[in-house]
């Protein structure tokens, strides 16, 4: 089949190189940003469809990411391939830190807005946490698992990943707007040079 893998990777390369790719981070980077630069949309559109795929990265939705992207492209009328790539801020290696920071600030707006009824609800320890989490993370998701934790570690996280979304996604779409503009600058410069050194070569003039 066509872009097939020639050799099958085992489950456990797949996994391995979620965790730590063999081009490395580096080379990982700049493979994203090439690919986002040649997108063919406007630098807007790219900029906000990354902004919407690291919003949605803050919540604890596993598993409903790539349709969020969707979901908040299309209305915006966004790109929502760039969405797909700005959803990798959400990876095996960031994760964990997100959804404390959601857990927390939701876990504060519930008590800084005076719903008492919450308060009892969002008193769990940060151990208590991190196992309810671990298990997300790990697929042991069940619906006892859920609604036994719901409104005490569930709901913070839900309401302060979307707060972190919405209150970040200028500080990602304006760095991503500039980004993708000065890369496009840059590409067509190249193009234009080489170009003319094709016809100075061709044609032996430097006028």
């Known amino acids: 089949m066509l872009f097939k893998r020639r050799d ?20 990982l980077a700049n493979y ?3 690919r986002t630069v040649r997108i063919p949309a406007s630098e807007h559109s790219i900029a906000a469809g990354l902004a919407f795929g690291c919003l949605v990265s ?5 598993g409903t990411h790539l349709l969020q992207c969707a979901i908040f492209c299309w209305v915006t009328r966004t790109n929502w391939i760039a969405a797909f790539i700005g959803s990798a801020l ?13 857990y927390h600030v939701g876990k504060a707006l519930f008590i800084a807005t005076g719903h008492t009824d919450m308060l009892q609800a969002v008193e769990g320890t940060h151990a208590t946490f991190s196992a309810f989490l671990k ?3 790990h697929g042991n998701v069940t619906m006892d698992l859920l609604s036994a934790n719901f409104k005490k570690y569930l709901l913070p996280t839900l309401i302060g990943g979307y707060t972190m979304g919405l209150a970040t996604f200028p500080l990602f779409y304006y760095p991503f707007y500039y980004m993708v503009k000065g890369a496009r600058a840059a590409r067509r410069l190249r ?4 170009l003319h050194q094709e016809v100075v ?4 003039q430097t006028e």
């Not at 099958?8 to 580096?26: A, C, H, R, T, Y």
């Not at 803050?58 to 596993?62: A, D, G, L, S």
């Not at 070569?201 to 032996?204: I, K, L, R, S």
Request: avoid cysteine.
């Open 191 to 194: 193009i234009e040079r080489n």
């Open 135 to 137: 298990s997300i993370l």
């Open 201 to 204: 070569e061709v044609t032996g």
């Open 8 to 27: 099958k990777q085992s489950s456990w390369k797949k996994v391995k190189n979620l965790l730590w790719p063999e081009m490395g981070f580096k080379r």
């Open 32 to 34: 994203y940003k090439h």
């Open 58 to 62: 803050w919540t604890p939705t596993f």
């Open 90 to 102: 959400g990876n095996p290696w960031t994760t964990p830190m997100l959804m404390v920071i959601s």
